[in-house]
């Protein structure tokens, strides 16, 4: 190629490259036309399950009908997936993020910090049943006193543990862990039946391991971030913190009772649980499901008991936000919506009804969405058709009364990625130097902490 | 270059914040972690993916039999996904029922922990790359070695030259120009080393954490912030925009001389 020619091609590569850019920032956000001249108001919504979940998918399209015919005028166009960080701002910056979406209890302060959402206080007196929501739970999606979005469901972490290779170790399954240091006896015995079996597990991958540090600290009465005046501070650099990762550095390399394989993240410890490998970790009751479902697991073999520690417990949950642009008329319909879907005390019968006869699980502990007669409501329809091992969540049930709910920081994502480094560090590393790693993830913590309106 | 200095939340106008972005980046002690870490897997990954595609294709241009299955078993894994690549690897690599460990406890060798090992992190990923990505060096190398007239050779030989002085003397003579437009190229793609990191060690493990990786970070985990991510991205541009000129300079002088 001589110059020229490379002159001429470079030339229209940066012109393509451009204008590509352009495209992708100023986005191709025309609105579609309205559909037909009956729809007063068509809504997007995402959170459709995929096609691989047949009967919750069915649920949804059956769900979409019974809406659409009690409110005429209202168009529900649902689409699949929930929140990605990593194309959230995406799809927000080329027109296609949905009116209605969905988020985890980590993404509201940053998606209201960064005003990327819409505000619902005004539409919020047409729908009384809202303030029967727990109002710790509000706050999650408020900020200054304003309300940004709807929770939706609610969990908090125990101890999930293979109540099987309990019995296999000599240890007592009606029995499980109270404290830490019980746990890294516990995990010293179930390791020592060899065969890859793993004591305890943990995680140190995708925003996993920040998620469990912060559980575990909450669980011996520290914290991850702290008020301090008008500004949030890191917290986690004390004698907590180092007791959390010295617990995890003894367990992997003094009793090589965590297994060899580190870098874990969400999937992978229901793996090795349903597959028999695991002895204990930390979790949130929705996992049994998922490994009877998707691992082959067996619900006999699980067992659910409160945080080891005891002192409080991190609480997390789901639920939806409105995008920043959608008119009123699209909040009113999408509150609509989720006030018929997801949160509706008239349905909760009906809806673990469906759940039961489609043999799905009802009754797996969780802390309480609702207050007032809709938790009375709520109670009601899970003991009617609850359908699992109840026995097997007992400690959970009996232990948990006591255990404080503790929301997740500020901006807990982003602190999380910042802490899945310790994490992964003390469980790859046996030299790591625990001191330097929480002094280094504070230093980057205070700066996401300083954003925080 | 224009959101580098910027912070945009993709709702609102973009607002103007001046160098505070690159400032933002500058104070990040990742940084220079990031730097350090790309220069070092360059750096290793030249060492392997430059010299070993190098003498694989002397190797196979000197074969008698079998040449087109070498040449073909040696392009094989750049035909494969990279990130299947990658996730193979993950399994080789794995230290409690991985392959490589399997190899080496069968002959009572020492095991090692790979991607989980501060000291062995690194070359881990770079074995990794090299393997995915030298079937295009050495295929090129071939070609390059197929143009040597054959008569030099003799010649040499009829002087009394070994293997070593004919490769030293008459091969790597006539390839200087491949070699350095390869060194160029891969210059520039090694530095871009992301889905090894990304997949084999993750984002947060400040032992691998490459420019790119950091670049996904600022984007997409920690930081949320395009302006920070677009930054990082400017300064990756600068330093590989440099080695490119220094590319097309090489090849348009070649090109003058031909």
């Keep these: 190629m001589n110059r020229g020619t490379f002159g001429k091609v470079a030339v229209s590569g940066l012109v393509a490259f451009a204008a590509s850019i352009v495209a992708l920032v100023t986005g191709c956000s025309k609105e579609k036309a309205a559909a037909s001249e009956s729809v007063t108001t068509s809504i997007t919504v995402n959170a459709l399950p995929p096609e691989t979940e047949t009967f919750l998918r069915q649920q949804f399209l059956d769900d979409v009908k019974s809406f659409e015919a009690k409110n005429a005028g209202i168009k529900i166009d649902a689409r699949e997936g929930k929140m990605d960080p990593r194309t959230f701002t995406t799809k927000l910056a080329g027109g296609q993020l949905e009116d209605v979406f969905y988020v985890y209890f980590t993404d509201p302060a940053n998606l209201i910090a960064k005003k990327q959402v819409a505000e619902i206080t005004p539409y919020l007196k047409d729908f009384p049943s809202v303030a029967q929501i727990r109002p710790e739970l509000m706050k999650v999606f408020s900020a200054g006193g304003k309300v940004y979005g709807l929770p939706w469901t609610n969990y908090s972490m125990g101890l999930l543990y293979n109540r099987t290779l309990f019995t296999k170790a000599g240890l007592d399954p009606n029995n499980p862990p109270k404290t830490w240091p019980d746990v890294r006896t516990a995990a010293k015995k179930i390791a020592a039946l060899g065969d890859g079996v793993v004591g305890y597990g943990d995680y140190s991958k995708s925003n996993t391991g920040g998620w469990h540090f912060t559980a575990e600290i909450y669980s011996i009465g520290g914290d991850v971030a702290v008020k301090d005046g008008e500004t949030w501070k890191a917290a986690f650099n004390d004698d907590k913190g180092k007791q959390v990762l010295q617990q995890l550095k003894d367990m992997r390399w003094t009793d090589n009772a965590m297994g060899q394989r580190q870098f874990l993240e969400w999937a992978d410890l229901l793996q090795m649980m349903a597959s028999g490998k695991l002895g204990m970790y930390i979790a949130t009751s929705d996992n049994i499901p998922v490994m009877v479902s998707q691992f082959k697991g067996n619900y006999d073999d699980y067992g659910l008991a409160p945080m080891p520690g005891g002192k409080a417990t991190l609480a997390g949950g789901e639920g939806f936000m409105f995008n920043a642009k959608a008119t009123p008329e699209k909040i009113k319909a999408g509150l609509k919506w989720l006030l018929f879907k997801y949160d509706n005390p008239e349905r909760f019968d009906e809806q673990q009804k469906q759940e039961a ?90 700066v996401i902490l300083a954003t925080v309106k | 270059m224009i959101l580098s200095f910027q912070q945009v939340n993709f709702v609102s106008d973009p607002e103007w914040v001046g160098f505070a972005n690159f400032s933002a980046i500058f104070h990040d002690p990742l940084f220079w972690t990031a730097w350090w870490n790309t220069v070092t897997f360059t750096g290793i990954a030249l060492a392997f993916g430059y010299v070993v595609p190098f003498f694989l294709a002397v190797v196979v241009n000197e074969m008698r039999h079998f040449k087109g299955y070498f040449r073909v078993a040696v392009y094989l894994p750049v035909m494969l996904p990279p990130l299947v690549v990658v996730l193979l690897w993950q399994y080789f690599y794995d230290p409690g029922n991985g392959l490589f460990n399997t190899v080496l406890r069968g002959l009572h060798l020492p095991e090692s922990q790979w991607t989980q090992s501060p000291r062995m992190a690194m070359l881990s990923l770079v074995l990794v790359s090299t393997w995915a990505n030298m079937g295009t060096a050495t295929i090129m190398y071939l070609a390059a070695l197929q143009n040597i007239p054959g008569e030099l050779y003799e010649a040499a030989e009829m002087e009394g030259a070994n293997v070593w002085q004919r490769l030293w003397h008459v091969t790597i003579p006539h390839m200087r120009f491949i070699l350095a437009v390869l060194l160029m190229l891969q210059i520039v793609a090694t530095m871009q080393v992301f889905i090894e990191p990304f997949q084999l060690t993750g984002t947060t493990n400040p032992d691998t954490i490459t420019v790119m990786v950091l670049i996904y970070r600022y984007a997409f985990t920690v930081n949320h912030d395009f302006g920070m991510a677009a930054a990082m991205s400017v300064l990756l541009f600068l330093v590989l925009g440099a080695f490119s000129v220094a590319y097309i300079r090489l090849v348009s002088r070649e090109g003058m001389r031909a």
């Design chain 1, 357 to 446: 006869t489609a043999k799905r699980p009802v009754g797996l502990p969780e802390p309480a969405l609702w207050v007032g007669d809709a938790a009375k409501k709520y109670t009601a329809a899970v003991t009617a058709y609850a359908n699992l091992p109840a026995g097997n969540y007992a400690p959970f049930n009996a232990g948990s009364g006591g255990v404080q709910l503790k929301l997740e920081p500020p901006l807990a994502q982003q602190i999380y990625a910042v802490l899945d480094t310790a994490m992964a560090k003390v469980l790859t590393d046996q030299n790591a130097d625990i001191g330097a790693l929480l002094a280094d993830a504070e230093k980057q913590a205070n």
